[in-house]
């Protein structure tokens, strides 16, 4: 009789998401902020760098911090990111990212100027 091997295999995958609040903000001014959750999935762990994008012309974005890690002891971490707005700026869609190790994950927003 010839042995009999089982082999298993089992992979977890690690991941983070990036969650912005509010979604859809309406504003009377220049300034709009944003809440980003940064939050770790499967044990992830690692530092995970944050940017803004979009929105009209001559609008300025930052996060801060710039980066946040995360480990199996605070799977969440919190950033501010602030939109702000030229004169007469029209509606604007931001893309809010984070990046590990090449992979990015995003969340967007939508602002209304008033």
């Given at each position: 009789?010839?042995?009999?091997?089982?082999?298993?295999a089992?992979?977890?995958?690690?991941?983070?998401?990036?969650?912005?609040?509010?979604?859809?903000?309406?504003i009377?001014?220049?300034k709009?902020?944003?809440?980003?959750?940064?939050?770790?999935?499967?044990?992830?762990?690692?530092?995970?760098?944050?940017?803004?994008?979009?929105?009209?012309?001559?609008?300025?974005?930052?996060?801060?911090?710039?980066?946040?890690?995360?480990?199996?002891?605070?799977?969440?971490?919190?950033?501010?990111?602030?939109?702000?707005?030229?004169?007469?700026?029209?509606?604007?869609?931001?893309?809010?990212?984070?990046?590990?190790?090449?992979?990015?994950?995003?969340?967007?927003?939508?602002?209304?100027?008033?």
């Open positions: 009789m010839k042995p009999f091997f089982l082999a298993t089992s992979a977890v995958i690690v991941n983070f998401t990036v969650a912005v609040s509010p979604a859809t903000p309406s009377n001014g220049k709009a902020t944003y809440t980003l959750t940064i939050s770790g999935l499967n044990g992830f762990a690692g530092t995970v760098s944050l940017a803004c994008s979009g929105g009209p012309a001559n609008t300025a974005c930052s996060v801060n911090p710039a980066s946040v890690t995360l480990s199996a002891s605070a799977a969440t971490a919190p950033a501010k990111a602030t939109v702000t707005l030229p004169n007469g700026a029209p509606i604007g869609t931001y893309t809010f990212t984070g990046t590990f190790s090449g992979v990015a994950r995003t969340a967007t927003a939508t602002l209304t100027v008033k």
